[in-house]
């Protein structure tokens, strides 16, 4: 089974920077697509919002984070990174990483739904 542990998470302010950590086990980290997703505190992880996925080294962005968010990944850490420049207070919300098998020729993912394990969250808040 795959667990994903996030960390990173803070109270910031408003143009300040955070870098979120996944970090991956129980799977071969290779074989693993990586996302981040957000939600609103108290809301369903369900509905999270979808911000970025890495597929090897291939990365994708959701509009609104694209130029502010770069994702990475450090195999040797089995580690996913995230990290987040130029904060706003419409960032603030609970920040999951989730996994799907992937392998070369295969999609990497953006839906919520297509994704398999997730972490637990960690918490950002932006100040105004």
């Known amino acids: 089974e795959v667990q994903l542990v996030e960390s990173g998470g803070g109270l910031v302010q408003a143009g300040g920077s955070l870098r979120l950590s996944c970090q991956a086990s129980?799977?071969?980290?290779?074989?693993?697509?990586i996302g981040w997703f957000r939600q609103a505190p108290g809301k369903e992880r369900e509905g999270a919002t979808w911000?970025?996925?890495?597929?090897?080294?291939?990365?994708y962005y959701a509009g609104s984070e694209k130029g502010r968010f770069t994702i990475s990944r450090d195999n040797a850490k089995n580690t996913v990174y995230l990290q987040m420049n130029s904060l706003t207070p419409e960032d603030t919300a609970v920040y999951y990483c989730?996994?799907?098998?992937?392998?070369?020729?295969?999609?990497?993912?953006?839906?919520?739904?297509?994704?398999?394990?997730w972490g637990q969250g960690t918490q950002v808040t932006v100040s105004s």
């Open positions: 911000i970025s996925s890495i597929c090897e080294d291939n990365t």
């Open positions: 129980g799977f071969t980290f290779d074989d693993l697509a």
């Open positions: 989730a996994a799907h098998l992937w392998e070369r020729g295969f999609l990497c993912y953006n839906n919520p739904s297509e994704f398999d394990s």
